[in-house]
């Protein structure tokens, strides 16, 4: 079954360095998304992309945050300066259609700030 | 805006005993309906999904899920756990055909965490 595949699984960084967030989404799909969750609360939706833009956007998702396609395959999430409250698990997901009927998460990254 | 509501935050089960974990939604237009499961250490998995049709929705692993909408509620069942069911299982719902958002933002509800003692 295809997969939805997110590099590293667990980052640690320092606080206001730069990370960037790896996703494989499944090959033929369309709609790109991340999500996050903090530990212990529920998952959150960040951000949405198609058509190698964004489509919709949290208000999570402020100037901090960045989405990119740089390729045929790769979809990254990128945190400019992490703050200590960026701590969360990441999800990226991809959908074949607009994502209303469901698609499929990634693993994770668990991003932890210091 | 949409917000859903899992009542129960965490529940514990002998194993053989029946679940039903609640799930209800706020949102008065067409709606598309999902419970997603993950088990400790892995990624969300779709348990099964509601978009039209059979109000009564039948999912992997024997769970199934019934939805109300004159109650805006869509509540996970399985008659009988097991052991390996213990996981955190998340209610999320997006905006069905026709809906303001088309995108399929999913809206998630805050989880409901199950353990099972065999």
């Known amino acids: 079954e295809p997969e939805v595949t997110q590099t590293p699984s667990h980052q640690v960084t320092q606080m206001g360095q730069e990370v960037i967030l790896r996703c494989v989404p499944i090959s033929n799909h369309l709609y790109f998304y991340w999500y996050r969750q903090i530990l212990g609360q529920k998952v959150e939706f960040l951000v949405s992309?198609?058509?190698?833009?964004?489509?919709?956007k949290s208000e999570i998702f402020d100037d901090q945050f960045s989405v990119e396609r740089p390729d045929g395959s790769n979809f990254t999430l990128k945190i400019r300066s992490t703050k200590l409250e960026d701590s969360a698990m990441y999800f990226c997901?991809?959908?074949?259609?607009?994502?209303?009927?469901?698609?499929?998460f990634g693993s994770g990254t668990r991003l932890t700030v210091v | 805006a949409q917000s859903v509501s899992q009542h129960n935050h965490h529940v514990i089960l002998s194993e053989a005993a029946s679940l039903e974990l609640g799930c209800n939604y706020s949102?008065?237009?067409?709606?598309?309906l999902f419970w997603y499961v993950q088990y400790p250490g892995q990624h969300l998995q779709l348990l099964l999904k509601y978009f039209s049709g059979d109000p009564l929705v039948k999912g992997i692993k024997g769970f199934e899920a019934e939805f109300i909408k004159s109650k805006f509620s869509f509540n996970l069942r399985k008659p009988s756990v097991q052991w390996s069911d213990t996981a955190e299982y998340f209610c999320a719902v997006n905006d069905g055909p026709g809906g303001s958002s088309n995108t399929g933002k999913l809206i998630f509800g805050q989880g409901t965490t199950l353990q099972v003692k065999p």
């Open positions: 949102y008065g237009g067409t709606v598309n």
């Open positions: 997901a991809s959908s074949g259609g607009q994502g209303v009927y469901g698609y499929t």
């Open positions: 992309f198609y058509n190698n833009e964004i489509s919709e």
